[in-house]
């Protein structure tokens, strides 16, 4: 069983920067899949970044070139640095492990830009 935690989201002006964090329970060393989402108000959940086979990175359109997703496989956690920060970012963001077939998501963190 692995339990995630997000942290750092909060209020940023459109501009800047923020680096969200996702603290994993459990040994995420072997997950096959890593990822994190967002969903805005009425909308549906969508990929922003993710991380497969432990070296394969993905990013959404939309970040490409603002946004990194990292993992540090010894503290167990995933990170997303979101630079140049728009309000169309503005969404809760949810991380997520996949380990074999079993998904794990956290329960998110608010991020909200302001122009």
């Known amino acids: 069983q692995v339990q995630l935690v997000e942290s750092g989201g909060g209020l940023v002006q459109a501009g800047g920067s923020l680096r969200l964090s996702c603290a994993a329970s459990g040994n995420i060393f072997s997950a096959n899949y890593m990822g994190w989402y967002r969903q805005a108000p009425g909308k549906q959940r969508e990929l922003v970044a993710a991380?497969?086979?432990?070296?394969?990175?993905n990013y959404a359109d939309s970040v490409k070139g603002r946004f990194t997703i990292s993992r540090d496989n010894a503290k167990n956690t995933m990170y997303l640095q979101m630079n140049s920060l728009k309000p169309e970012d503005t969404a809760v963001y949810y991380c997520t492990v996949h380990i074999i077939i079993t998904g794990y998501w956290g329960q998110g963190t608010q991020v909200t830009v302001s122009s």
């Open positions: 991380i497969t086979s432990g070296v394969t990175t």
